[in-house]
């Protein structure tokens, strides 16, 4: 099938076909292409994996391989906004369980799920570096520390009104 003229649910495989034909002949071409093919589609999902594998004539299973094996990919499509929570051991031993706890309930999604509006989703990592403000969350490249369960709610409104003033400019 020729993908190269379908906009399959706003996939745009010919933008995919231009980042294939840049990197393909790079040494780490399928990194490269998968990390350049993620930030256009934003997520890797089976039909986009399965149509590097094609063009590439590499197996799915070796461009699957790569996508789970790096954290930076991702198969599920992504709120506009990642929540991380570290859950290193400063972070933990100052009540990171908790903070973690609240956003769930907040946002009523398990970790690694996505809202329903899209908005947000939800990751954990190891230490970000911030041990002396643990608690820590991030939301995209905003940090925050030192927290309780009772911050959560506040400050994930922030990006719900943002988000709601960027629609309404819109
Ligand atoms: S353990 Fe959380 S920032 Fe280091």
Known sequence: MDHSIENNNSINYQKIDQIIDKYKSDDSMLIRI?????????YLPMKVQSYISERLNIPISTVNGVVTFYSLFSQDEQGKYTVGVCMGTACYVKG??????AIKKELQIDVGETTMDKLFTLKTSRCIGACGLAPVITVNDDVYGRLTPADIPSILYKYIKTHKKTEIQL
Do not use: P
């Open 34 to 42: 998968l990390q350049k093919t993620q930030q256009e589609v934003g």
């Open 96 to 101: 990171a369980q908790e903070v973690l706890d």
